[in-house]
């Protein structure tokens, strides 16, 4: 494949350095060197020489990375392993070598409306939704992993923002925001056509603020959207922003316990949003933080669905490195941000440590 001139000018950089080589949560789970920023650009490099091809190996190697940024927040040269992955990645696609296992994805998403080839919500977060106003000031954006991995939390955060008396809907038939395709396949065609329909059904509800669930939607909306100038005429939020605000403002009127929180923020939030300080104005409120040694803009992936549909055992590991982490802090309650982590952790959870979402922590200090 033809690369940018950008993608080898970092390739090339990156093939040479071991500055972020025990950061990636990947590489320390599964103690590969193919799983660190070098050893991909390494790969890279010699498709960029037209030395190889881009294809079976290097192609799964590609997909063996959560994108999660760790290798750039520890760069201090700047370089940009994420960028060149993902420009690999839509290369693989439009030469038509994706692995079978993410074009299985991608047809579940164009069946279904998300990875999981799943039609129907589960019922507890249908009865949730059921009573809502078909338009409201609010619009909550659940996401497909909260709506199916984590259907219950939703449920949980649709009755903190009732509530907190929020004037909230969600959309009948929510559209997907485009999250897996761009973490599967990027800056295709295919991606932004489904970011524009998605924008287009958003606005026809006339919301005016739009709360996403899940930080992996914030993301793309937030960023991806504009990058591809699509626009979305609402002013878009996290949930743990609009949370954090509606406890300043009184909304959700809170006790301090004695429990100490530990939280566990995705890099999406942490290091793509740069939103570190908003969790902790929640968990300050209801009680006291112990923080893992590598938190905030350094955080530590605890998981991902969408690489957890095709490489189960490493995600696995990832999870348990993380609560490995938690565990030698002594935390006792781990609170997520993310339905993703919160599933990882929550399935891969061998501790006594107790693994609860944000809007558990808050309901419990109501």
């Known amino acids: 494949m033809q690369f940018t001139k950008k993608a080898i000018e970092h390739i090339e950089a990156c093939r040479f350095c071991w500055m972020c080589h025990h950061v990636c949560p990947i590489g320390n789970a599964t103690g590969l060197e193919r799983n660190t920023a070098r050893a991909r650009a390494l790969g890279l490099s010699l498709v960029a020489r037209e030395a190889t091809a881009l294809e079976s190996d290097i192609v799964d190697n590609l997909y063996e990375c959560a994108l999660c940024g760790g290798c750039m927040t520890d760069c201090v040269t700047g370089w940009d392993p994420v960028m060149f992955t993902k420009e690999a990645r839509l290369g693989a696609a439009l030469e038509g070598n994706m692995p079978e296992y993410v074009g299985k994805l991608i047809d579940n998403i164009e069946a279904t409306g998300n990875i999981y080839g799943e039609k129907e919500i589960p019922e507890i977060l249908k009865s949730a939704i059921r009573d809502l106003p078909p338009k409201a000031d609010v619009l909550f954006f659940i996401g497909k992993d909260g709506a199916y991995r984590t259907a219950d939390k939703s449920a949980a955060a649709v009755d903190l923002l009732k509530r907190a008396g929020v004037d909230l809907t969600v959309h009948k038939y929510e559209p997907d925001s485009g999250y897996a395709l761009d973490f599967l396949i990027g800056a295709a065609e295919e991606t932004r056509s489904a970011m524009a329909k998605t924008a287009e059904i958003l606005n026809e509800t ?58 566990q923020e995705t890099p999406l939030l942490a290091r793509d949003l740069e939103e570190t300080e908003s969790v902790r104005a929640i968990l300050n409120s209801l009680g006291s933080i112990k923080e893992m040694l590598l938190h905030g803009k350094d955080t530590v992936l605890a998981g991902n669905l969408i690489m957890n549909e095709y490489i189960p055992s490493v995600m696995k590991a990832v999870a348990e490195r993380r609560m490995e982490n938690a565990k030698n802090v002594g935390a006792k309650v781990i609170v997520t941000v993310s339905p993703a982590e919160y599933r990882s952790l929550s399935d891969n959870n061998d501790t006594d440590i107790e693994i609860i979402t944000l809007e558990e922590a808050v309901l419990r200090c109501l």
């Open 206 to 263: 006339g919301a005016s603020t739009i709360v996403c669930y899940d930080p992996a939607d914030a993301k793309v909306f937030l960023r991806e959207y504009k990058e591809y100038g699509i626009d979305i005429k609402a002013n878009v939020v996290t949930f743990t922003s609009f949370i954090a605000g509606l406890i300043k403002d009184g909304r959700l009127d809170v006790k301090k316990s004695d429990t100490a929180f530990t939280p």
